[in-house]
């Protein structure tokens, strides 16, 4: 019998707390592999986590976290709703920007989740996980926007701690939250019913990417 999505992020999440893929996991308490609904709509990438997270091995729990409880209440979803995980699983020392190495380490956990959970809508929060999705882009021009990659939804945001630092951020941020977050999954829904999103697994999602280039949607 095949594994449940609650049962593949199980073992995903066991395999990252005694991960030793890349040297992140020396001087941290705890990985942090994420948490939320199996089989979530929406699913929320950041980047990585930070003293809070590390301390308690869960994602999103500090200041960002907070704040991104309060948008996600301002749009009637919460925490056990959607799922929420970084690109990378331990927390950079001093809260730097992560590696590449340190985001390749982690990648495959991160493809294992998204295949698992099979979300319609992917949010990126920040540019790293940005990065995965929009390779080249520059967050400060795409913020907001929506395109199908893969057979999904994939939304760019800002970070919701660079919202915290910069007031002209954080009304972006709002702004999206209000504004893409519900259009981008009532457009899913309506591309799901149509039969028009992913149904396959995100190993073999990967190598069509260069035959499925990423479509602008029009949804705003």
């Given at each position: 019998?095949?594994?449940?999505?609650?049962?593949?992020?199980d073992?995903?999440?066991a395999?990252?707390?005694?991960?030793?893929?890349?040297p992140?996991?020396?001087?941290t308490?705890?990985g942090v592999?994420?948490?939320?609904?199996?089989?979530?709509?929406i699913l929320?990438?950041?980047?990585?986590?930070?003293?809070?997270?590390?301390?308690?091995?869960r994602?999103f729990?500090?200041?960002a976290?907070?704040l991104?409880?309060?948008?996600?209440?301002?749009?009637?979803?919460d925490?056990?709703?959607?799922?929420?995980?970084?690109?990378?699983?331990?927390?950079?020392?001093?809260?730097r920007?992560?590696?590449?190495e340190?985001?390749?380490?982690?990648?495959?956990?991160?493809?294992?989740?998204?295949?698992?959970i099979?979300?319609r809508?992917?949010?990126t929060?920040g540019?790293?996980?940005?990065a995965?999705?929009?390779?080249?882009a520059?967050?400060?021009?795409?913020?907001g926007q929506?395109?199908?990659?893969?057979?999904?939804?994939?939304?760019?945001?800002?970070?919701?701690?660079?919202?915290?630092?910069?007031?002209?951020?954080?009304?972006?941020?709002?702004q999206?939250?209000?504004?893409?977050?519900?259009?981008?999954?009532?457009?899913?829904?309506h591309?799901?019913?149509?039969?028009?999103?992913?149904?396959?697994?995100?190993?073999?999602?990967k190598?069509d990417?260069?035959?499925?280039?990423?479509?602008?949607?029009?949804l705003?």
């Amino acid at each position: 019998m095949a594994a449940t999505a609650r049962e593949t992020l199980d073992q995903i999440a066991a395999e990252v707390r005694s991960c030793t893929k890349c040297p992140l996991y020396k001087g941290t308490k705890n990985g942090v592999p994420g948490e939320g609904g199996a089989e979530a709509e929406i699913l929320f990438i950041g980047e990585g986590p930070g003293y809070h997270e590390d301390r308690l091995g869960r994602p999103f729990v500090g200041p960002a976290g907070q704040l991104l409880n309060k948008l996600l209440a301002s749009i009637g979803l919460d925490r056990q709703t959607v799922f929420i995980t970084n690109v990378v699983k331990h927390r950079p020392p001093e809260n730097r920007d992560p590696l590449p190495e340190e985001i390749a380490a982690c990648s495959d956990y991160l493809t294992r989740q998204i295949a698992a959970i099979n979300p319609r809508v992917i949010v990126t929060l920040g540019r790293y996980s940005m990065a995965r999705f929009f390779p080249g882009a520059k967050i400060s021009v795409i913020h907001g926007q929506a395109k199908l990659i893969d057979g999904r939804i994939v939304v760019a945001m800002y970070h919701p701690a660079a919202a915290l630092r910069t007031p002209a951020v954080m009304q972006a941020l709002e702004q999206d939250f209000q504004r893409a977050i519900p259009a981008a999954l009532a457009e899913a829904r309506h591309l799901a019913a149509e039969g028009k999103l992913a149904t396959k697994p995100a190993s073999t999602e990967k190598e069509d990417k260069d035959s499925q280039p990423p479509q602008q949607l029009s949804l705003f």
